[in-house]
């Protein structure tokens, strides 16, 4: 039985659907009406498969085709991922099984990233990710900005499972390597593109390629991305959901002779937004604490969609708001040599973000943080590339160096409405400065033409500082006057110094065999690595490092294409045991609300899926699935700052990761004369997961009642949801002018992404509403 709001929902999104397909209908009909070129010989075959076109990765630092590669990747060229409506990276995750990108909880400019059950489930400077990002070869050891739009790329790969070798630096669930376009020699092209949809969204892309001989070439891209609020606040009319986001990047392109190229590149990202989040429940506890807020954060239990309640005229803390503003620049020279392709790759990245986060969504700074972060890094890396006795063996060897250092800070005021002046904060500020250092080298042995035998190790090592200051502090004016760390006197701005090393030797071994041309089965071992480091917004135990999280995964996996390429079918299953699991929970310590990362073990198995067919010529259907089965074993989290009681016997949860997840995909493109027509629809489904840890069990451990304690979980539990997305496209002159209606979540399916549980209260945020526009494109 469909109720009253799911039939307006699916009505809503029908009429969406036949309107998208009647503009395009329409705009097509009347193109092929002016046509008076008669069909191409090659046109009129359109019964005629052609096949699925090959994927080219760098799994192995080199171009191969994927099907030749022993590793689980899903990889996406810039062409797929417009078709596919595609806006920004977090769009890669909707297609790919297995891999959830979520906004994390303190900046949703800022990607948490989660695969084969290791994720980062929060931004501390002093927390690395489990997913390692790379972009054109640079590693990106801040998230930060991951939350762009995609402009001007040339490919999206996501390599799953621990990357022991190659991409082996916080590799404990995979990889994503982003490549973005080189500039083309002697070439003079470019693309202007805008777009407008609801919400008052306006997109603005320009692209411009000037290969001014055949060894120098140089290539812009810029694009503005601004966009109206969807969520009202009742008292103060502010509008949050907004977006104004600027990237912009420009590189050069250098072949001074067969052999040598050198390319470099700057990037810049501007990102501000102003994010509401809302309560989605409360203890009675929190209630009977503002009693005159009841009835505020009562109607914000069921207000959640559209608008913020507030029940005094007024707003007495600030607007919540988003800010970041990320430089990056990258050069990577190239040499031809006897024993193979040589690499330098070099990269400077500085990331500032600042953000107010209200957490429980109303008028009064019940609880309010506030984060800032200035982060810089310095990257190179050596690599060397090629093949041995007569091709019978390929191998890649490098050396990578990578220099941390910056500030992460925050300031969290919580119940300041009801306590009387001097009103008082806690500050927690790291002062953080970092080396790392790793060794790899790795090589395929081809036995037979059929028969692969693959080996890599590698060696890392890592260095962390840092100098925390915690304190209580004046809110009039952020002067400390008690420190929260023992041995710490304000006198020294409560300065503790902590420094560490972390090393670790992690390998691939592995073993492939082609069934046939088209067929290939393989089996491997592999061990990840990520380091380990310091407490920085905890009090009590900054004097104990959180430590290496070490993966050890079994996969085996089978590549196969048939029936002359139309089909493809690629499958995984693996298994792998999670040692020191690095988890980040909040939790409060003698009255002190604090972030502290805990280590657990744990397990998972799982199994990936994708399948591709061409059904007609133009038409290619495809299907994605992913299943894991994550547990924790043990989780005893940090020794002092817990009672050393096993939360995985209380049933702990794994949180952020959907046990089931698939995606359904069409795409169809035809061609008449100078005119061309492009349709595509996809429906992405992830299952229920947690999103905080908090079991029933481990609450009623901390006090709470059985009922209560269920009402967490189920605020904290992200439903299962599916989202149906469309692109409707129509080119003139050779595809020199095209035309675009879109729509995305066209059921305007709402649900929880995130939700944080704070002590008395669950604080959430939902996903975007569903919106629809059209884009207009100018290439040259």
Known sequence: MVDSYGAAQFARGFRMMLALGTAVGGLYTAQAVAQTTPASPQDEGQGRSTGLSDVVVTARKVAENQQNVPVAITAFSGDTLQKQNAVTFKDVANFTPGFVMRESPNNSSAVALALRGQFQNDSLATLDPSVGVYVDGVYWARQYGLNADLLDVQSVQVLKGPQGTLFGRNTTGGAMLIQTNDPKMDEISGMVQG??????ERVGTAVLNLGLSDKFAVRGAIQINKRDGYITDRASGQEYGNRDNLTGRVKAKFEPTDGISLVVSGEWFRFDQDTARFITYAAPSALARFPGLTNEIQANLTNVDTTIVSAAPYRSDPVPYQSVRTYTYN???????????????????RVRGANALDLDGGSAPIALTTLDQNLRQWSVEGQLTGKLFNDAVDFASGITFLHEDGYDRSYSYSDTQSIPAPRIATRFVGLVDSDAVGFYTQATWHVTPRLGIT???????????VNTRSAAVLVANLAPIAC??????????CDK???DTFSNVSYTVGVDYKLTDDVMFYAKQSRGFRAGGEQLRAAGVVSLPFKPEIVNEQEIGLKSEFLDRRVRLNLSAYHNTLNNAQRSVITSIGGVVQTIVENANARNYGAEAELNAEIARGLVLSGTYSYNDPKYTKYLGVAGATTGVDKAALGVRFDGLAKNQFTLGADYHTKLASSSLGLNVNYNWVGSYATAPDSVGTLAYAGYSAAEAAKVVAATTKPGAGFLNARATIGFADDRFELAVWGRNIFDKRVIVHALFVQEYVSALRNDPATYGVTGTVRF
Do not use: E, M, W
């Not at 050069?331 to 990245?349: E, M, S």
């Not at 929260?484 to 701005?493: L, S, V």
């Open 497 to 499: 110094h902590r420094a």
């Open 331 to 349: 050069a990577t020279l190239a040499v031809d040599t006897p024993f193979g392709q040589a690499k330098l790759i070099g990269g400077y990245r």
């Open 455 to 465: 080996g890599g190790i590698r060696y890392s090592i890592d260095d962390k500082r």
């Open 195 to 200: 777009s407008y949809g609801r919400f008052n």
């Open 484 to 493: 929260i760390t023992a041995g710490t006197t304000p006198a020294i701005d």
